[in-house]
DNA sequence: GATAAAACGGAGAGTGTCTCCGCATTGTTG
DNA sequence: CAACAATGCGGAGACACTCTCCGTTTTATC
């Protein structure tokens, strides 16, 4: 009766298992960047080698797959995060971050629906995703108003959703270029008033 | 070789296609609002009486509905422009419409996804609701640069973007309170550097 | 009321999602 | 390594939605 047991079996995969996994995470990656967000399942399935219930096995739901595909680059965002605190001005460091994220968008347009998911409330899926971001931006808001050089009301989640948002709309011919001058607009708007 | 003969030939629709069309509208509102924006077309047309066929003849694509159903609320938008434009100062009307907007955005959630196409780029199908938003924020952001209450280098577009980010993004319990306090940020961020 | 034009409607083809379950693979045990 | 249980596979098929096609019905006109 000793040894873990009860809760949380995180059983090992069977190496079988394994391979179909990242070959299906792999093909996604491509599908998902070539041809938009909503490939066929089916499609990706089959262009992995693999029937399309060991897909729905693998990864419940299309977000659950989108969520996998870009958790790493999620968690670049967190690491980034750090880096700049340690080398900018804290209002710095946050425009950098938020530049960063507007950059790192354009590559891959795709997640935007799924960051958005990220900010509608308590979804499982996104969890991991989600305390990511959302540390990366508190902790650069909370050292910005620290620092006294932005209001000390600024809501990070604000800022959060303003660029999710930013994200979402479409992406025209100029879109990095609004999106970079938006972020200016709101590290401005964001400095304590008066 | 009199009258109008060439290029618009406004035919008058049939009563009964009259009917129907209003009756697809009428069913098509409601069911968004309620069903979300992703209701069964096919449904819609079931419930308003009618085939499949007939909806898809008044409305060629699901954004043309969409555009029909919303185009008087659309229109709310750049009348209430020119209301605010003679009642209040500038910067003061730019952020009451900027607000309204939210107001709006927030009673039909659905739209967003249909903004959204409007600053995608030429797209037939909402010519005109796209001019008239695009005509209501050109107008207000010009006033408000030449007052000298916010920088000459404002994009009307850009806070038009930003207005339509937010308002995609999904709608959790505080949406409405963090919508408007982007607004005080973005207005806040608008003004001449110094 | 006869005729042509306009509009209708719904069956069905095409496509995508997701499940179910008989069969194959894996890894473990003696 | 044989044999067995657990684990995983895969694809057929049920279901849902979109959109079209065309024979039938309704409307407007004379």
Known sequence: MAHKRKL???????????????????VARQAFTRRGANTSLDDIAKAAGVGAGTLYRHFETRDALVEAVYRTEVEKLAVAQR???????????LRAWML??????????????????????????????????????????KRAIKSGHVRKDLEPFDLLRALIGV?????????????????????????PVK
């Open 8 to 26: 949380p079996p995180p059983r090992k995969l069977r190496t079988d298992a394994q391979r179909n996994r990242q070959r299906i995470l792999d």
């Open 167 to 191: 994200s979402y709309v479409a992406s025209g011919p100029d879109w990095r270029q609004s999106a970079r001058r938006l972020v200016d607009i709101l590290i401005s708007g964001s400095r």
């Open 83 to 93: 880096e700049l605190s340690a080398r900018l001005s804290p209002v710095e460091a």
């Open 100 to 141: 960063l994220f507007v950059d790192y968008i354009e590559a891959k347009h795709i997640i935007a629906p799924a960051l958005n998911t990220l900010v509608a409330g308590p979804s499982k899926v996104y969890e991991a995703s989600r305390s990511h971001v959302q540390g990366a931006i508190e902790a650069l808001v």
